[in-house]
């Protein structure tokens, strides 16, 4: 048969469940937002439709995967985009502007966007001590109507941030001029998949809102 457990016992339990949340929220803390934008006014031409994706990456490995899952999401949204690397190998080897405007012909954009890493920064903080009330079982629905809130002490502690920050440009195909610029900073990454795909939604986003893709 089973028993009831007891109010207190049962009120201690939701307590600690209630401060495993609290920390697992901190410490899962994950995050891709635009930093510094700017976009040309006074563009005034059509919407790109069809975007060269070119990460600018040493690791080819990882280019050639950031490269496609950027390209995916452009093209998830309609638009048409082609990644670099299908065209060139290594970049190490473009050294000539004249090279890059053979591929914009070749490939037939609209459009160049160059994506560069700019920093990885590791930084820390401190997370103050606090006093979080937790509300404690009353007995029955009276007892629940006047519950009270139990005082639970949470000790400060030191946390150390990754911040990755990325440098996004985009180029018009035809006058060769930057239409559109902005800093990305990820905090706390969980992976590159996560970086990519928040980076893309939201330069995609900022870029949709002024008119310059679709």
């Known amino acids: 048969m089973r028993q009831n457990l007891p109010l207190k016992s049962f009120a201690a339990i939701m307590n600690r469940i209630y401060l495993v949340l609290v920390l697992l929220s901190i410490s899962a803390c994950s995050s891709t937002t635009l930093a510094t934008r700017w ?4 563009y005034t031409g059509p919407q790109f439709k069809n975007v060269l ?5 040493k690791d080819d490995i990882k280019r050639r995967y ?31 502007k004249a090279k890059i405007i053979a ?9 160049v966007l160059i994506t560069a890493l700019q920093a990885v920064d590791k930084e820390q903080r401190v997370v103050p001590a606090r006093v979080d009330y937790v509300p404690t079982m009353g007995y029955g629905y009276y007892g629940y109507y006047r519950s009270s809130y139990q005082a639970v002490y949470q ?3 030191t946390v150390t941030d990754t911040i990755v920050s ?10 060769e001029k930057m239409v559109w610029a ?16 928040e ?3 939201v330069i995609g986003s900022d870029m949709r809102e002024h008119g310059l893709i679709k």
């Open 39 to 42: 976009h040309d006014a006074n």
């Open 155 to 157: 000790p400060g502690y």
């Open 166 to 175: 990325l440098e996004i440009r985009l180029y018009a195909a035809a006058t």
């Open 103 to 111: 591929l914009v012909e070749q490939t037939g954009v609209d459009s």
């Open 182 to 197: 902005g800093t990305t900073e990820s905090l706390n990454p969980d992976s590159i998949d996560k970086i990519i795909k």
């Open 66 to 96: 950031y490269e496609d899952e950027l390209a995916k999401i452009i093209r998830g949204k309609g638009g048409r985009a082609v990644a670099s690397y299908n065209f060139i190998h290594n970049l190490g080897t473009v050294d000539d």
């Open 53 to 57: 994706v070119i990460g600018v990456i």
């Open 199 to 201: 980076t893309a939604d």
